[in-house]
């Protein structure tokens, strides 16, 4: 049997034992040990079963994952997230709607100390959908807008996503995360649009609030300074070269370990559920980052990534034709699969393809993660929505699933506008 023949029956199977449930890093390890054995021998096949999680495991650059983690398991705990939807409350809350465009912009504030979508949009959940809720909001609006800004988690820095396709591409998670920030500004801005016309076509779905003083609001800016400390520590220390992103997820870490220290929310309990959770999450990305390297030496041996960029390139389809392509498969694997996963088992196959395309890999990367984002509240799946799910038991997940689809206008829109003007992702990058 051929290289490519045991690839395409490896593939096949790979997405077969997703469909029965089995961990993608399981599958995609076991799928590349045998496809290694048969194409090379069983030796070839172990050494790689060996030395992969090893120098994984090991590696340097991975230390940045738990680091990144550890520091948004301890803003979680600190309260920085209730801290944040106050300050915005105060001042956009008495508008039509801005209960939500608040949560938003709480959603875009706790994602640049978090990195992870799903977190983000759990913590934001319980903050501010019972404060929507006395309001009298639809609850498709007050679910819908934070399922949506919860997304943010991984395109606004830090961002476990950037990290992770960083090390499947070897591309710099410093010039990511730069990459991330302005895009990240805009989506949430066209989120908060959206709310408006919302609003404005439906003035019952989003209810004024009680107005505040200026002397609340401008109480309430004191309480946000950790966070912005925090995220200008961290991202102004990576664009001006002062550390490495590993350094500056260390550094970052022990930065929100002092806030939560100094407001007395961390517990010798809560410390330890915090390392836990850490461990928690780490071990379940590492595990598919393993596996994904092991895939990914199999995908290797087959060719079959590279004859499937040679294929793409002779169609003479325009550039951004075969990118609606791309961008198409992510959406339609985001409707049954983790967005972790999708990158993790799809990036190693269509990254050639970009390179073969001399698409700027920085630039994709961004537009892969909003799309992934999309992925997140598009149904059946949608870990978002089941996450708010959790936060909102006497919602029906039709309501929040009709609630999101303004939100995915937004983000189509967003990902439209990097498309025509690449300098939105890349003119911070390019300034480092």
């Known amino acids: 049997m051929s290289p490519e023949m045991i690839g395409i029956i490896g593939v096949v199977a ?7 449930k089995m961990y993608i890093g399981v599958a995609m390890a076991l799928i590349g040990f045998v496809g290694i054995s048969l194409i090379i021998n069983v030796n070839a096949g172990l050494n ?32 920085i997230s209730q801290d944040i939807y106050k300050a915005v409350n105060s001042w956009m809350g008495h508008l039509r709607g801005g209960l939500a465009m608040a949560t938003i912009m709480a959603c875009a504030g706790f994602a640049a100390v978090c990195g992870s979508s799903l977190a983000t949009g759990a913590t934001m959940g319980r903050v501010a959908i019972p404060e929507m809720d006395k309001y009298g909001y639809d609850p498709s609006l007050s679910t819908g807008c934070v399922a949506a800004g919860g997304t943010l988690g991984i395109l606004i820095p830090p961002s476990i996503g950037f990290v992770i396709y960083g090390i499947l591409t070897e591309q710099s998670i410093g010039k ?26 439906n003035p019952q779905a989003g209810p004024k609030a009680e107005p505040t003083t200026w002397l609340v609001k401008f ?74 390297n092991i ?69 994709f990367g961004v537009i892969m993660v909003i799309v992934l984002e999309v992925g997140l509240i598009t149904p059946p799946v949608g870990l978002n929505v089941f996450v708010i799910k959790g936060a909102a038991p006497d919602v029906p997940l039709t309501t929040i699933f009709r609630g999101i689809w303004p939100f995915m206008i937004a983000a189509v829109a967003c990902i439209a506008i990097i498309i025509l003007i690449p300098q939105v992702a890349l003119f911070l990058p390019s300034k480092m």
């Open 219 to 292: 109480k309430s800016l004191y309480s946000t300074w950790p966070m912005l400390l925090l995220f200008a520590l961290v991202m102004g220390g990576i664009y001006y070269g002062i550390f490495t992103p590993t350094e500056a997820a260390g550094i970052g870490a022990f930065g929100a370990f002092v806030i939560a220290v100094v407001k007395r929310k961390l517990s010798w309990q809560v410390f330890i559920e915090s390392l836990l959770a850490t461990g928690n999450m780490t071990a379940m990305i590492f595990l598919i980052i393993i596996g994904a």
């Open 295 to 363: 895939f990914s030496s199999f995908l290797a041996l087959t060719g079959i990534p590279m004859l499937l960029a040679d294929s793409i390139v002779t169609l003479a389809l325009p550039k951004l034709a075969i990118l609606m392509i791309i961008i198409l498969i992510f959406v339609a694997l985001g409707c049954v699969m983790d967005c972790f996963a999708i990158m993790i088992l799809m990036v190693p196959i269509l990254y050639p393809i970009i390179q073969t395309l001399e698409f700027d890999p920085l630039w």
């Open 48 to 79: 790689i079963l060996g030395m992969v999680p090893w120098s994984e495991g090991s590696s340097y650059t991975m230390s940045v994952i738990p680091l990144f983690v550890l520091m948004g398991q301890f803003a979680f705990v600190s309260g």
């Open 14 to 20: 790979l997405f077969v034992f997703l469909a029965f």
């Open 176 to 201: 990511l995360f730069m990459a991330g920030i302005l895009p990240g500004v805009l989506l949430a801005a066209l989120f908060m649009l959206a709310i408006y016309v919302k609003c404005r076509l």
